[in-house]
């Protein structure tokens, strides 16, 4: 399984963006829990959201809740991370990551997640 992300840039605070999540490989992959995570630059990763694969989402920040929405299209395979309202603080690169397929359920923990993308770079900044 490879997940591939994109739909970062540059933005002003104030305004959208949604990122993007692709799903490949030589299995079935409608089924995987998907975890969005963060890295800001000198700060740790941290979840943000997360879906399963029956489009069960959570959202692990406090301070993106009402502003980010996790959602899946399985017919494309994608997730997306709409992102509302950013912030500065929002900057920072911005991963997917899928949990082995035999875990249906969403769990904060990075070590949960065993295929990760590249990462896409998200700046808000005026």
């Known amino acids: 399984l490879e997940v591939v992300e994109s739909g970062g840039g540059l933005v002003q605070p104030g305004e959208s963006l949604r990122l993007s999540c692709v799903a490949s490989?030589?299995?079935?992959?409608?089924?995987?829990?998907i975890g969005w995570f963060r890295q800001a630059p000198g700060k740790e990763r941290e979840p943000v959201s997360c879906?399963?694969?029956?489009?069960?989402?959570?959202d692990f920040l406090d301070s993106v809740k009402g502003r980010f929405t996790i959602s899946r299209d399985n017919a494309k395979k994608t997730i997306y991370l709409q992102m509302n309202s950013l912030k500065p603080e929002d900057t920072a690169t911005y991963y997917c990551?899928?949990?082995?397929?035999?875990?249906?359920?969403?769990?904060?923990?990075?070590?949960?997640?065993?295929?990760w993308g590249q990462g896409t770079q998200v700046t808000v900044s005026s």
């Open positions: 879906i399963t694969g029956t489009s069960e989402a959570t």
């Open positions: 490989g030589l299995v079935l992959t409608d089924y995987y829990t």
């Open positions: 990551a899928a949990r082995p397929s035999r875990f249906t359920y969403c769990v904060p923990g990075e070590n949960a997640y065993a295929h």
